[in-house]
Nanobody
């Protein structure tokens, strides 16, 4: 059974920062791709960023430079550092993992940006 547990969401003012974490205890090593998606009301879920076991990273073009994804296989976590958060960034952020068979999703964590 694969369990992904996100944490780190919350309320932040515009221009602020948050770091999201996705814990994948004991199973991160077999996930060749780990990533973050987000979904806001009325919109489709969209890729934020992902990273492979080889260290390659991929970002939604509009977010590159403000967001940074990283994985730590020793600690079994994937993090998303979000800087200079804007009023268009609020959403539920989801962790996604891919192994040789399928995708797995976390339950999501809410990010709110408000002054």
């Amino acid at each position: 059974q694969v369990e992904l547990v996100e944490s780190g969401g919350g309320l932040v003012q515009p221009g602020g920062s948050l770091t999201l974490s996705c814990a994948a205890p004991g199973i991160l090593h077999r996930m060749h791709n780990m990533g973050w998606f987000r979904q806001s009301p009325g919109k489709e879920r969209e890729l934020v960023a992902d990273t492979t076991t080889g260290g390659l990273t991929n970002y939604q073009a509009s977010l590159k430079g403000r967001f940074r994804v990283s994985r730590d296989d020793d600690r079994n976590i994937v993090t998303l550092q979000m800087n200079d958060l804007k009023l268009e960034d609020p959403a539920v952020y989801y962790c996604r993992a891919i192994d040789s068979r399928r995708n797995y999703w976390g339950q999501g964590t809410q990010v709110t940006v408000s002054s």
